[in-house]
């Protein structure tokens, strides 16, 4: 962490501190919040979340006119559990205001590189998979490791920026288990989770970029082709490690998609989450920005060896070890 945190104080970034306690946890589907509820003086009871990222308060802070800002933050997250997950972790998130997200790609790979410096280690190993920190990183599109690793082409399945279901269910059917029930997303994240990750990393780092519009989440879409969006992801030894965008700063544009997802989490699990419309007032104000959040505890996992995340933090959760 101190070798991490002078690389940002070398390269000019404030480091902030936000707060957990939101009015809004994050707005997409699959993502899962503790609650909390605050009482007034007066009696008065209003719930609270507990954060599962800086992400929100940050942009608000692009918004009143921060350059380059980085947080070690502790974050939350319901309903994940396993090696690779606690229910609150450490997510190191940094932003850069008029930068494009090729600036905070190459950002991601330096960082990690950082990490594996200051233990020594000279490679990642995580399950039978290795991965040199240190070697000219894979970059690869969600479109060519679909095709390489499924055998789908995946951006035949998009039409005016929206997933066609039925066409990649058909082309999908062969690899994965299709139910019903799932969405275009749905079948997306399972030819992903089961043939894509397990070949990334592999001796190097992999950065799998332009994501395909559906799954855009807070990113903007690539102006020559909107079919995918500025959005990107790195691996080691098929480990997610991070997730960055160009971010959206198109208000109504991502009021429509939370609202969306909003939907289908109601249509799901019974539940949604307000709207933060503060934050939605600075997507509004931001200047264009990229930003990234990198699994710190996952790092560390991967740059001491370790096997598992819970062995990597100094006290982890009570009753999840």
């Not at 590189?113 to 039978?128: E, L, Y």
Request: charged share 25%; glycine share 8%.
């Amino acid at each position: 962490m101190k070798a991490v945190r002078a690389w940002f104080d070398e390269q000019g970034f404030a480091e902030v501190e936000t707060a957990i306690l939101q009015v809004s946890p994050g707005n997409e589907t699959h993502l899962h919040a503790p609650r909390t509820e605050l009482t007034s003086g007066d009696g008065t009871r209003a719930t609270r979340y507990l954060r599962t990222s800086p992400e929100f308060a940050a942009k608000k802070l692009l918004a009143a006119g921060e350059a380059r800002i980085f947080e070690f933050a502790r974050v939350f997250r319901d309903r994940e559990r396993g090696d690779l997950h606690l229910p609150e972790f450490t997510m190191l998130e940094w932003y850069r205001a008029d930068a494009s997200y090729d600036a905070v790609m190459a950002d991601t790979i330096v960082v990690i590189a950082h990490a594996a410096q200051a233990t020594g280690i000279g490679r990642f190993s995580f399950r039978g998979r290795t991965a040199d920190p240190f070697a000219e990183p894979e970059l690869l599109t969600v479109a060519a490791a679909f095709e390489r690793f499924a055998g789908i082409d995946l951006l035949g399945t998009i039409n005016n920026g929206e997933g066609d279901r039925a066409a990649l269910a058909a082309a999908a059917m062969p690899r994965v288990r299709v139910t019903d029930d799932d969405t275009w997303s749905d079948i997306f994240s399972k030819v992903l989770v089961e043939h894509v990750e397990p070949n990334l990393g592999q001796g190097r780092l992999t950065v799998l970029f332009e994501y395909p519009a559906p799954e855009a989440a807070l990113a903007r879409a690539k102006t020559a082709d909107p079919c995918v969006a500025e959005r990107f992801e790195v691996y080691a030894c098929g480990v997610e490690l991070a997730n960055g965008f160009g971010e959206l700063t198109d208000a109504a544009e991502q009021r429509r998609r939370f609202a969306a997802d909003m939907d289908e989490k109601e249509r799901r699990y019974g539940e949604r989450y307000p709207l933060d419309e503060d934050f939605l007032a600075a997507v509004a104000a931001m200047p264009p920005s990229s930003g990234v959040a990198l699994g710190f505890d996952r790092l560390v996992m991967l740059a001491s060896g370790a096997l598992r995340v819970d062995q990597v933090v100094w006290t982890p959760p009570a009753g999840e070890t």
